[in-house]
């Protein structure tokens, strides 16, 4: 009640899964309806239902008491037989105790004797006790023999009237056992039904086993990570970490006391979320909220609030530790303790080698795994396919496939004497996916794994097998060729899956996956040195496009830019005017875009694969690699058919090669690009398959391969198809005159290619040609190479010389310069003398500056891609410009006194003979001639006292350059370094007048614009102009000649 009342997590979880599954018409049927869960829950909980029994019939019997003045008139008259009702009673006695002591234990024992053998003995007798209700009707029958006896001893008092209330309560009570008993009987029959036994199993594993387990899961998921679930709510004062837990120490815990074998089960949420609203920050401090951090249970305490930076009191803490429901710990189950319970009966029917029974029991595992997930599907979600604890991400789904990996891996041994069982274990997976009518891709792509791990199992089993009779050869082989007919036989499901109902996206990535697959089982068959699973899976690999039913549609290919079609086209993840661009204009064929980019597809894994086993794989024994990559590359059969079969294009030249990293470059430029991202993925798993087997618990290091590793067996094979010199192919000229290409492809590509580049003086490093070969070919590869970089190079110029000023660039370069020089004017002793004023008024008096500087035309260009920074250009250029204007001034207004001095000490001493008759001034030594020792002076404290000197420590405007950190009484000494003359010019501060900047209307104060360099059409010169009136309103005291 409480936990409806205040939301708890359970009843948040409950009556989601109510919501979520209320339309589901297979759930309803399936599940229990409200007197099989009532039995279910008497069966459970039967000492709380004997106590209902008893305290009714009590309550029955007081009723009847307490109406015995209506009563009594009323069963004398209509009921006239009604006294003779207590003689009976020890025939009830007697019928009951019969019941309960002879047929009851008669019928388990049967029952539980013909399933004492059964893997499944246990699923099957505990969904036979809840849903027979044998348990609750065995109790209630003794209770009814025991109310039976009590009636008796109550008969003794000699009260007619009690007697026959007692004996109607006893016939009643008896009634529901017959009922009860009747169903009990019905049940037990049902059982040895197989097929009736399914439907009992179906509906316990739904209704008890898998709910539970959903229910359990979701809670638990809750509970690891509240965070995110609280910040959905929203209306925080401050938001609650999700994964990021504030640092223990610092960190205000509240805590909450645990028994043993204790956890937090529950959380009451409506009053959690309301205090949680009452907290606010405190201070300026950030301010973080974490519950349940998860931290574990130390001294039987368990931290369930982490916060720092906010406060509550103690009535707020009580309250808090309210909400939490302790309870006994979980139970460490998952999905796992009862998939494996599906495959009971394939197990047994294997173990006594039981064909029939076999197949029986495959077809049931089938049906059942269909209505499970049909059960818990909810719009476009499933339970089943999604629901997982948290940190052990393994659905029901998942389990499922597992269990049925290692149900394989125990058929596959009775290949030994017969092939019956493994020929029907290889149709499970297809038929787990065929059978649900829905296009699922993430059911496609278990199944689809699950058959290749049959794959996998079948090539172990005869690696592991040296010495086969002539007969088991016989049977593996026909085992490879009845796999590849049932792997061949996905094309037909996924088009009637996908294709029919026009989800083109959908039957791409179904296509690619089992693609992906195919070539999955080719490497392993290479791998394993295996000759002729290798035959047949190239032959498969090879014929993929033949039984896909992809034919050539040459209008659409040669209208098209067709080269560059990739998966990605198809799955709407490139823009808009890359679609254009490569349909060219055209309209849109969807049959021919998916024929041809399938097409593509498979070259581009023919290559991937070829150039997978040069790079990764060594010569083996049996299977010849060389002989593998001349198939790939010239697509030809192991086996021919004779028939007319649709083979992929041959790859025969440099330029075949080269135009395939183009497309793989051309589509991993794209940032929403998924090819270029899957075969990279693809490389890292095959390389982390083919490392070996790792120990759970340790850890390991390396590097992580992508498609780039593979480029260089790229260029090998190239090189090896380099009999002759190539020219740019023309659908590459096509595309580059096109512009599909942006200029930042162009870039990437150019960077590609020349990464490709081979030195001539190499020698081969594999299998593919001698060294002889490789010196001649490579020169030949080279200069293809050269002619691409070349025909890229000249459409980048091209781009660059075309292109204009990106005006909206400078504007924001202006601005950014007019916001940070004032900055650096603060920033600067001498700049921060003047009092600085933007200033839009006509003067005579201003002097126009200008700053120039080379650039990169791409650099400022329009529509070249990616433009430098507005912040590039620092705004202290414009201000060093600036202070060199004051410096020239300074030199021009330095006075009539001017003095040489030879050293360092002797122009302090004439500062501060200066600084007697002077307030704030400022001394500026020019040069190189003094610096060493000005800067060793700061730290010659024994002078100090001689020279006037005393040490700033914390200057008041903070650090500034120039300026160094001590003084000569309140005179600031400003350092210039670098400068070709060396003197020094001693200057009151209040001679710094304005200093004004021309402010345009635009509120800048700077004009930023360019022009092409005349020697360099790929150059720009940027210029910066801007007007300024520094006024010195003094001369300099004195100006100081370093001699």
């Not at 009594?72 to 006239?80: E, T």
């Not at 293809?784 to 924001?812: G, P, Q, V």
């Amino acid at each position: 009640m409480f936990r409806i009342l205040f939301k708890s997590v359970s009843s948040l979880v409950d009556s989601e899964l109510r919501h979520n599954l209320r339309m589901n018409s297979e759930y309803r049927k399936y599940r229990w309806n409200i007197f099989e869960r009532l039995l279910a829950w008497c069966s459970t909980y039967y000492g709380w239902a004997m106590l209902i029994l008893w305290v009714g019939a009590i309550m029955i019997v007081l009723a009847g008491l307490y109406l015995r003045p209506v009563l009594a008139p009323f069963g004398r008259q209509y009921f006239k037989g009604v006294e003779k009702l207590p003689d009976g009673l020890s025939d009830l006695l007697g019928g009951q105790l019969t019941i309960i002591g002879i047929v009851f234990p008669l019928v388990v024992g049967l029952i539980s004797v013909l399933f004492q053998k059964k893997s499944t003995r246990e699923h099957i007798q505990s969904a036979y006790q809840l849903y027979s209700g044998y348990m609750f009707a065995g109790l209630s029958g003794l209770s009814l023999a025991a109310f039976i006896l009590m009636s008796e001893l109550l008969s003794a008092r000699g009260d007619k009237y009690l007697d026959i209330c007692l004996v109607v309560v006893a016939i009643i009570w008896m009634i529901m056992n017959i009922s009860l008993s009747v169903w009990f009987f019905i049940q037990s029959l049902n059982v040895l039904d197989d097929r009736r036994r399914d439907r009992i199993m179906l509906k316990y594993f739904i209704s008890k086993v898998v709910v539970q387990h959903i229910r359990t899961a979701v809670v638990k998921n809750w509970l690891a990570l509240p965070g995110g679930y609280i910040n959905q709510m929203g209306l925080l004062n401050v938001s609650v970490d999700v994964y990021d837990s504030p640092e223990k120490e610092d960190s205000d815990l509240l805590k909450l006391k645990l028994k043993m074998d204790e956890c937090v089960r529950d959380v009451y949420t409506l009053p959690l979320f309301f205090l949680l609203r009452r907290l606010k920050p405190v201070g300026t401090g950030p301010a973080r909220i974490r519950v349940l951090p998860g931290w574990g249970i130390h001294n039987s305490e368990v931290v369930i609030l982490a916060t720092t930076g906010i406060r509550y009191n103690a009535i707020w803490e009580k309250l808090f530790k309210l909400c939490f429901i302790r309870g006994s710990k979980w139970e460490k189950t998952n999905f796992l303790n009862f998939t494996r319970g599906f495959y009971g009966e394939i197990y047994d029917a294997l173990d006594e080698r039981n064909l029939g029974a076999f197949e029986e029991a495959a077809d049931r595992l089938v049906s059942t795994f269909i209505t499970l997930k049909r059960c818990f599907q909810y719009g476009d979600k499933n339970y089943i396919d999604d629901v997982s604890v948290s940190f052990f991400p393994q659905s029901l789904s998942q389990s499922f496939h597992n269990d049925f990996y290692l149900l394989a891996e125990e058929v596959v041994k009775t290949l030994d004497t017969t092939s019956m069982y493994f020929r029907k274990i290889i149709h499970l997976p297809q038929s787990f996916y065929r059978y649900r009518g829905e296009g699922r891709t993430g059911e496609l792509q278990q199944a689809l794994q699950s058959q290749c791990d049959i794959w996998q199992i079948l090539i172990d089993w005869n690696a592991g097998n040296k010495a086969l009779s002539v007969n088991q050869k016989q049977r593996y082989v026909a085992m490879l060729q009845n796999f590849i007919g049932e792997w061949e036989s996905w094309h037909m499901w996924l088009r009637l899956t996908f294709k029919n109902n026009v989800d083109t996206a959908g039957y791409t990535e179904a296509l690619v996956s089992h693609l992906f697959r195919s070539m999955e089982m080719l490497i392993t068959a290479i791998t394993s040195d295996d000759i002729d699973a290798t035959e047949l899976s190239t032959d498969m690999f090879t014929l993929w496009l033949n039984q896909g039913q992809f034919h050539n549609h040459y209008h659409e290919e040669y209208l098209w830019h067709s080269h560059f079609l990739t998966p990605d086209f198809l799955l709407h993840s490139v823009s808009g005017n890359c679609q254009s661009c490569i349909l060219r204009g055209a309209s849109y064929n969807e049959k021919a875009a998916l024929s041809l980019t399938m097409y593509n597809v498979m070259t581009d894994l023919r290559l991937f694969l070829a150039a997978y086993i040069v790079r990764y794989m060594e010569q083996q024994k049996n299977v010849n690699l060389y002989n593998i990559i001349k198939r790939l590359l010239s697509p030809s059969l192991v086996a021919p058919t004779g028939a007319y079969n649709t083979l992929p294009p041959e790859i025969v030249g440099q330029t075949d090669i080269i135009d395939v990293i183009l497309r793989l470059t051309f589509c991993h430029a794209d940032e929403r690009s998924n090819w270029f991202s899957r075969l990279s993925h693809m490389v890292e798993r095959l390389t982390r398959n083919n490392n070996g087997p790792v120990i759970s618990g340790r850890i390991y290091m390396g590097w992580v391969d992508d498609l780039k590793t593979l480029y260089p067996a790229f260029a090998d094979i190239a090189v090896m198809l380099s009999v002759t010199e190539q020219s740019v192919s023309p659908k590459v000229i096509t595309a580059i005159s096109e512009g599909i290409f942006s200029f930042s492809d162009k870039k990437y590509i150019v960077d590609t290619l020349k990464s490709l580049m081979k030195n001539t003086t190499d020698v081969a490093g594999n299998f593919l040609m001698t060294p002889e070969e490789y010196a001649t070919r490579v020169v030949f590869f080279n200069r293809t190479l050269d002619m691409y970089i070349s025909a890229f190079e000249e459409s980048i110029k091209s781009d660059i010389i075309k292109a204009e000023a990106d005006i909206d660039l400078f504007r924001r370069i202006d601005m950014n310069i007019s916001q940070n020089v004032i900055d650096d004017i603060k920033k600067d002793h001498l700049l921060s003398l003047f009092e600085f004023t933007p200033d839009a008024g006509a003067s005579e008096r201003w002097e126009k500056q200008q700053f120039s500087f080379p650039i990169d035309k791409e650099n400022v260009a329009r529509n070249l891609g990616q433009t430098i920074d507005p912040a590039y250009i620092h705004s202290t250029t414009c201000s060093a410009r600036m202070l060199y204007t004051i410096h020239r001034k300074l030199f021009i207004n330095r006075g009539q006194l001017s003095e040489d001095i030879g050293n360092l000490d002797e122009l302090f001493h004439k500062v501060k003979i200066f600084m007697k008759k002077e307030e704030d001034c400022t001394l500026i030594v020019y040069g190189d001639c003094f610096s060493r020792k000005l800067y060793e002076l700061e730290y010659c404290t024994d002078k100090h006292n001689e020279l006037g000197i005393k040490r700033v420590s914390k200057p008041e405007k903070g650090y500034q350059p120039h300026v160094l950190q001590y003084m000569i009484g309140n005179c600031t000494i400003y350092f210039v370094p670098d400068c070709q003359d060396n003197y020094s010019l001693l200057v009151r501060n209040s001679s710094f007048g304005r200093l004004r900047l021309f402010r345009y209307p635009d509120d800048t104060m700077f004009c930023t614009f360019c022009r092409e360099d005349a020697d360099d059409p790929l150059k720009s010169i940027i210029t910066h102009f801007w007007e300024l009136d520094a006024e010195m309103t003094d001369p300099v005291i004195a100006m100081f000649n370093h001699v």
